[in-house]
């Protein structure tokens, strides 16, 4: 087992926490308020879009495609930028990831409420992706940061070893992916209780956690990690 201090801030369990909690924030957020399209991963999207065609409604072939082509960008663009960023500015393309959020809330917060839902799916859709493609490992724990399946598969995956060996190991993992989907449930909570009260600007509320995620960042960037600016993080 790896010491905590051994691994990047951007892999440090409570980042992933509080990127769920952000997703289950974004999911409830889409869907209540922007179109009933799920923008956090696209399983159900593919679904819709493969009924569409079937039944030949091409309105909402093309409506599907919108979000699904967005999330596509969105890997292409993490794929891309994370060298060219960190040779630029110093900065881990994490950091930067965590600013560009941050003007995608603060752009769709203030849109009015009359925007076409589009313009909020892509950007969502966007930034969910860059930040899946982005954030891989959680202190050496593969994890997903904005859907829930693997985690609800790992759960049960976990139980059955911690009966059958009892291993630290396991019992680790279970409680990982189990905190994980807490985390996700309270984001889509909070966003449930809010959307009625604030509308289209709920989304502002994560600018919170982001910017807490963000400055902690830029710390490890140019103090505490600074000799480790060259080091992947776990999983790329």
Known sequence: MKNKSEFLECEKKYVFYVLMLIAGYYGVYTFTLKGGVFCNAQTANFVCFAMSVGTGDIKKVLYYLIPISAYLCGAIFSEILPNPVKRS?????????????????????????????????????????????????????????????????????????????????????????????????????????????????????????????????????KVKENERIEEKPRGH
Request: aromatic content about 10%.
């Open 89 to 221: 500015i110093s900065l881990r393309w994490e950091t930067v990831l965590m600013l560009i959020e941050i003007a995608a809330v603060l752009f769709i917060g203030f849109l009015p409420d009359s925007a076409p839902v589009q313009i909020s799916q892509i950007t969502v859709n966007f930034i969910c992706s860059m930040q899946y493609n982005t954030f891989r490992q959680a202190q050496g724990t593969p994890v997903a940061t904005t859907f829930c399946t693997n985690h609800i598969r790992q759960v049960g995956v976990q139980l059955v070893k911690i009966i059958k060996h009892g291993r630290a190991e396991n019992k680790e993992r279970f409680l990982v992916h189990f905190s994980m989907l807490i985390s996700f449930i309270s984001g889509g909570i909070i966003c449930a209780v809010l959307c009625p009260l604030l509308s289209g600007k709920t989304i502002l509320v994560t600018i919170i956690p982001l910017l807490i995620l963000f400055f902690d960042f830029l710390y490890a960037d």
